[in-house]
């Protein structure tokens, strides 16, 4: 089966550096990818890792290490617009994704 | 580029009629788009794989007589939710897929949130 992982909620204050962590266990893997998701809205794409290591696109970077069956997102300087659900998902082949339950994140002042 | 829309936005239907969602490409072509469902506070679980020309693939315990997907152009697919039932009432979120690479990055339109009566 298909088993993602990741924290149900996090807290940041604006301007702080988060992390938010997704293991997973898939019976293949074709590539991790990361999304936002705003309450009532479409996920938005944000990163996407297929080869271990880091890869970093503004204030956001994600690490993928496949050994480990582990990512992480990380954001920094955190904004007030930041906050929302952040979503881990696993290509396990054939292009099919299955997605992690998601990772609220609440940045305050 | 890559941008996908879904009509209608919402939609409040009465028990036992049928809804369709479309979902478009508007700026690309899709041989592949999907679909998927989310309840409130859970992930998205996808519900079928719609393949242009062909019959679409549904996943384990999503009845395809109830869940009519058409994929007849390469920029449009539709989902029927035919003879609606309260318990169908979710957010339905489609995506296509950019290129032909099973690697390549899905889309995701704007969700059409359904509320069954």
């Known amino acids: 089966g298909q088993n993602i992982d990741q924290p149900t909620e996090m807290t940041a204050t604006e301007g702080a550096i988060v992390q938010i962590n997704c293991t997973y266990q898939?019976?293949?893997?074709?590539?991790l990818f990361w999304y936002q998701q705003h309450a009532g809205e479409a996920p938005t794409f944000l990163s996407y890792?297929?080869?271990?290591g880091l890869e970093e696109k503004g204030r956001f970077s994600s690490f993928l290490s496949r050994s480990k069956g582990y990512s992480y997102l990380l954001l920094k300087e955190l904004q007030m617009k930041d906050s929302a659900s952040y979503l881990c998902?696993?290509?396990?082949?054939?292009?099919?994704?299955?997605f992690g339950k998601g990772t609220m994140l609440l940045v305050s002042p | 580029g890559a941008v996908v829309s879904q009509h209608p936005s919402w939609v409040i239907c009465k028990s036992g009629t049928s809804v369709k969602i479309e979902c478009r490409s508007l700026?690309?072509?899709?041989?592949?788009m999907f679909w998927y469902r989310q309840f409130p506070k859970q992930s998205l679980m996808l519900m079928a794989t719609?393949?242009?020309?062909?019959?679409?693939?549904?996943e384990q315990g999503v009845e395809k007589d109830k869940f009519l997907i058409n994929h007849a152009s390469l920029t449009l697919s539709t989902l029927t939710v035919t003879s609606a039932h309260p318990e169908d009432s979710s957010f339905y979120i489609c995506?296509?897929?950019?290129?032909?690479?099973?690697?390549?990055?899905?889309?995701f339109g704007p969700g059409t949130r359904l509320t069954v009566l």
């Open positions: 995506s296509a897929r950019v290129g032909g690479s099973n690697t390549d990055t899905q889309y």
């Open positions: 700026d690309f072509q899709a041989t592949t």
């Open positions: 890792n297929v080869l271990d």
């Open positions: 719609s393949n242009e020309g062909s019959k679409a693939t549904y």
């Open positions: 898939t019976s293949g893997f074709n590539g």
């Open positions: 998902a696993v290509n396990s082949g054939y292009s099919t994704l299955t």
